[in-house]
């Protein structure tokens, strides 16, 4: 046979695919605790929140203000005789090494 020998198109050739560039068989991986909480950051977003029915699938306003969050919510059961709600709240959150002291980034 000359030159390159042909591949057998019934043999499918699998490309390894690295998830980690750093991370190799033999690698040492340092387990380290974390800890998560508000983020300290004196910019952050406010927190959002809205009100859902559970009696339907209707939701109030994305806002920062919960009286207006439950106003909503009065309306709507005012509205519709439905009783049930949820809050729903999103605030940013910071992760940190646990030994790392708080404030830094
Ligand atoms: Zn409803």
Known sequence: MRGRARRDPAVRVHRRVETHPAVRPGSVLRHAPWTIGPDPAPDRDPPAMYAACKDCTEQGPVGTDRAACDMWALVHAGRTGHRQYRECVSVDLYAR????????S
Do not use: D, K, R, V
Not at 97 to 104: L, R, W
């Open 97 to 104: 090494p646990a030994n790392e002291t708080a404030g830094t």
